[in-house]
């Protein structure tokens, strides 16, 4: 899996590639209004920076996303989480379609017992 952050002030471009089932439950987070992903990045963002997010699934399809930041994991958290923001999906129909395709994935594996990077 790679993640890559280019911060631009308040604005970001981010790219970030989910390779397998497992690290998708691990950077989804479904409890969020319109839902949000993870992203593993040493950049600095703020709570409420808007972002733009370029999400690759499984290497079959690519969603451009747009959202804010509204959880931040700085360097050094304890519980050996890596450093990132929390990505709320903007509320619009392209978010839709990606939150669709995620829950669509994940709906078989019930993946209560694995870690995240967030709850």
């Given amino acids: 899996m790679a993640f890559m952050g280019a911060g631009m002030g308040k604005k970001g471009i981010l790219s970030c590639v ?11 987070m479904p409890f969020i209004e319109n839902g949000g992903v993870f992203v593993k990045t040493k950049n600095i963002y703020k709570l409420g920076d808007e972002v733009f997010l370029l999400l690759s699934l499984m290497e079959e399809e690519k969603f451009p996303v747009t959202g804010k930041v509204i959880w931040v994991t700085p360097q050094g ?20 379609q ?16 694995l870690p995240t990077e967030t709850m």
């Fill in 18 to 28: 989910i390779k397998d089932v497992t690290e998708l439950h691990k950077l989804y």
């Fill in 77 to 96: 958290a304890s519980g050996l989480k890596h450093a990132g923001i929390g990505v709320q999906f903007s509320d619009n129909s392209d978010m839709e």
């Fill in 98 to 113: 990606a939150r669709t395709k995620i829950e669509t994935i994940l709906a078989p594996y019930k993946g209560e017992h």
